[in-house]
T-cell receptor, first 111, second 112 residues
Framework: DTAVSQTPKYLVTQMGNDKSIKCEQN?????MYWYKQDSKKFLKIMFS???????INETVPNRFSPKSPDKAHLNLHINSLELGDSAVYFC??????????FGPGTRLTVL | DAKTTQPPSMDCAEGRAANLPCNHS???????VYWYRQIHSQGPQYIIH?????ETNEMASLIITEDRKSSTLILPHATLRDTAVYYC?????????????WGAGTKLIIKP
């Protein structure tokens, strides 16, 4: 079984659309994260959730909103998509501060 | 900004030891050194971490200098599947944000 899964793997959409990326972890971890990896391959933390509470919110536009229906899921909603949102988005989870487990990534392309 | 500096790329022959350096001259006393790697088109994968003692696990060894200003990740017998970008990260273990700040990493290419 996949530990951290994301859907969809690829997402191609038009500017201005609203889209969601789903993430699920079956590891029983308390903390989940969303990262953005841009074309230069830098990974940047966007959000993390611990026990349904947002504990990190970096300088991310408010068009991005994480939603956690339960401890095993952290979905990413993006409104009014822009060209600059094109990137690979990774979900991750952790139980301790040591090791984060990453999903396979979702490649978002905004046309 | 990342607190580490790494060479942008390295080559290593298959079957040889790959030694990946990392400088972290501003590391604080409570900050650990973490290594992750990212194989092409996959999510990052944890490798190893340490504070000041050398560490070894089934994937790699981590050698930290006595002054803790630099470290080396050693893959003892590199295989083609070890081709990846390797990231060195420093962070306090009990940072409540659990935040990892990623640099550019080292692109390691294992050659047959």
């Amino acid at each position: 079984d996949t530990a951290v899964s994301q859907t969809p793997k690829y997402l191609v959409t038009q500017m201005g659309n609203d889209k969601s990326i789903k993430c699920e972890q079956n590891l029983g971890h308390d903390t989940m994260y969303w990262y953005k990896q841009d074309s230069k391959k830098f990974l940047k933390i966007m959000f993390s959730y611990n026990n349904k509470e947002l504990i990190i919110n970096e300088t991310v536009p408010n068009r991005f909103s994480p939603k956690s229906p339960d401890k095993a899921h952290l979905n990413l909603h993006i409104n009014s998509l822009e060209l600059g949102d094109s990137a690979v988005y990774f979900c991750a989870s952790s139980q301790t501060s040591v090791e984060q487990f990453f999903g396979p990534g979702t490649r978002l392309t905004v046309l | 900004d990342a607190k580490t500096t790494q060479p942008p790329s390295m080559d290593c022959a298959e079957g040889r030891a790959a030694n990946l350096p990392c400088n972290h001259s501003t590391i604080s006393g409570n900050e650990y050194v973490y290594w992750y790697r990212q194989i092409h088109s996959q999510g990052p994968q944890y490798i190893i971490h340490g504070l000041k003692n050398n560490e070894t696990n089934e994937m790699a060894s981590l050698i930290i200098t006595e002054d803790r200003k630099s470290s080396t990740l050693i893959l003892p017998h590199a295989t083609l599947r070890d081709t990846a970008v390797y990231y060195c990260i420093v962070r306090a273990e009990f940072d409540s944000n659990y935040q990892l700040i990623w640099g550019a990493g080292t692109k390691l290419i294992i050659k047959p």
